[in-house]
């Protein structure tokens, strides 16, 4: 089992950056792809980012490429999601999640998940 705890997330205006961290507990950390996604007010939860377990291959949303990336620390057991020129539209809980399926987009490949952290772009 794999427990998943969020960090980073806060306040900042629009066009700034943050950077989530996800740290896993367990030494199984390594097998797992990892995930990212956030569920704005009112919305159904979205995929945001999804690392490889090796960190090789990442996949991304439309709304987040060429803006966001995702990376990985086998050694650290994190993964961590650099979030660039940030939007109002950003606004929302992050979560990060461990899957049986590298680069799934779907929440029901992820098996384990954080309890998010919330991060909010003021315009």
């Known amino acids: 089992q794999v427990q998943l705890v969020e960090s980073g997330g806060g306040l900042v205006q629009a066009g700034g950056s943050l950077r989530l961290s996800c740290a896993a507990s367990?030494?199984?950390?390594?097998?797992?792809?990892m995930g990212w996604f956030r569920q704005a007010p009112g919305k159904e939860r979205a995929f945001v980012a999804a690392?490889?377990?090796?960190?090789?291959?990442?996949t991304y949303a439309d709304s987040v490429k060429g803006r966001f990336s995702t990376s990985r620390d086998n050694g650290k057991n994190t993964v961590y999601l650099q979030m660039n020129s940030l939007k109002p539209e950003d606004t929302a809980v992050y979560y990060c999640?461990?899957?049986?399926?590298?680069?799934?987009?779907?929440?029901?490949?992820?098996?384990?998940w954080g309890q998010g952290t919330q991060v909010t772009v003021s315009s």
């Open positions: 999640a461990a899957g049986t399926i590298g680069g799934s987009t779907k929440e029901e490949y992820y098996d384990y």
């Open positions: 367990g030494r199984t950390f390594s097998r797992y792809p």
């Open positions: 690392i490889s377990r090796s960190g090789g291959i990442t």
